[in-house]
């Protein structure tokens, strides 16, 4: 018997990491139009919308039954499940998958991962590596909740304008802001978003977060990893020309989930790591 790890499609997983998983899609929409995350549209196409659409995207939860089907795939494979599923703070996905859990009594774990994107993202490399290490599913489902806690996942926003869209900021904010080139340093707190800092323009906001990094200290003995919101990378190779030697040549790159970048907007920079 063998243990298998569930994601949804807000992690930001690796092509490596990916191929090892099942991935439970959100669905996406763009005013009457309606995609499966990851299925029907990729990454660089929800940006590619996300710029040129008048219409502000949402996202629907994923459902308990697909939630089942990617369950009972694994359970009648003789395996047990653990599934690592986004902040129930952020979305009622977890719901789901513990509703869909109810069916498979004593085979499926359902860990809340109180994060999203590269968060989820790292918290599901290292349970990858607790199967590899041969714990039970009871005792990886354990360790995960003691090691969410040390997860930290920020992110400089490049531009206020979809934090205004989406509600999160008035329009008299986001223009003030606008005009002072003011970049938020956005981080997930207790498993909400949360506005940490502010920065003059993207150097000094680039350097915020770096202090807030070195400030709670990396465990470079578990996963890491930077992303990016946006068609391109060009914002991510400019804070990796400001961080100097915080982040390693090495470290995994990922374009972040559509569900963060709704928010977030193109040019976002992220980090996700284990805090000491």
């Given at each position: 018997?063998?243990?298998?790890?569930?994601?949804?499609?807000?992690?930001?997983?690796?092509?490596?990491?990916?191929?090892?998983?099942?991935v439970?899609?959100?669905?996406?929409?763009?005013?009457?139009?309606?995609?499966?995350?990851?299925v029907?549209?990729?990454?660089?196409?929800?940006?590619?919308?996300?710029?040129?659409?008048?219409?502000?995207?949402?996202?629907?939860?994923?459902?308990?039954?697909?939630?089942?089907?990617a369950?009972?795939?694994?359970v009648?494979?003789g395996?047990?499940?653990?599934a690592?599923?986004?902040?129930?703070?952020?979305?009622?996905?977890?719901?789901?998958?513990?509703?869909?859990?109810?069916?498979y009594?004593g085979?499926?774990h359902?860990?809340?991962?109180?994060?999203?994107?590269?968060?989820?993202?790292?918290?599901?490399e290292y349970?990858?590596?607790?199967?590899?290490?041969?714990h039970?599913?009871?005792?990886?489902?354990?360790?995960?909740?003691?090691?969410?806690?040390?997860?930290?996942?920020?992110?400089?926003?490049?531009?206020?304008?979809?934090?205004q869209?989406?509600g999160?900021l008035?329009?008299?904010?986001?223009?003030?802001?606008?005009?002072?080139?003011?970049?938020p340093?956005?981080?997930?707190?207790?498993?909400e978003?949360?506005v940490?800092?502010?920065?003059?323009?993207?150097?000094?906001?680039?350097?915020?977060?770096?202090?807030e990094?070195?400030?709670?200290?990396?465990?470079?003995?578990?996963?890491?990893?930077?992303?990016?919101?946006?068609?391109?990378?060009?914002?991510?190779?400019?804070?990796?020309?400001?961080?100097g030697?915080?982040?390693?040549?090495?470290t995994?790159?990922?374009?972040?989930?559509?569900?963060?970048?709704?928010h977030?907007?193109?040019?976002?920079?992220?980090?996700?790591?284990?805090?000491?």
């Open positions: 018997m063998g243990i298998r790890i569930v994601v949804d499609s807000t992690a930001d997983l690796t092509p490596q990491v990916r191929q090892r998983v099942i439970v899609p959100l669905t996406i929409h763009f005013g009457e139009e309606e995609f499966v995350d990851g029907n549209i990729t990454g660089q196409e929800f940006y590619e919308k996300l710029v040129t659409s008048k219409m502000m995207p949402s996202t629907s939860q994923a459902t308990p039954y697909a939630f089942s089907a369950f009972g795939q694994a009648a494979d395996d047990e499940v653990v690592i599923v986004v902040s129930s703070k952020l979305s009622g996905t977890y719901q789901s998958a513990v509703i869909a859990a109810e069916d009594p085979k499926v359902v860990v809340d991962s109180l994060n999203i994107a590269l968060g989820s993202a790292i918290l599901t349970a990858l590596r607790l199967v590899d290490e041969g039970s599913a009871q005792e990886i489902t354990s360790l995960l909740e003691a090691a969410r806690e040390r997860v930290r996942l920020m992110a400089v926003v490049d531009t206020l304008e979809y934090l869209r989406g999160r008035s329009k008299t904010a986001a223009i003030a802001g606008g005009l002072l080139s003011i970049k340093i956005i981080g997930l707190v207790d498993g978003i949360k940490l800092a502010k920065g003059r323009g993207n150097k000094q906001a680039n350097n915020l977060m770096n202090q990094v070195v400030k709670t200290g990396i465990d470079a003995s578990v996963p890491m990893m930077l992303g990016y919101t946006g068609t391109d990378d060009e914002f991510l190779r400019k804070y990796r020309q400001d961080s030697e915080l982040w390693s040549a090495d995994p790159e990922s374009l972040v989930c559509g569900v963060v970048g709704t977030a907007g193109p040019g976002a920079v992220a980090v996700a790591f284990f805090s000491k």
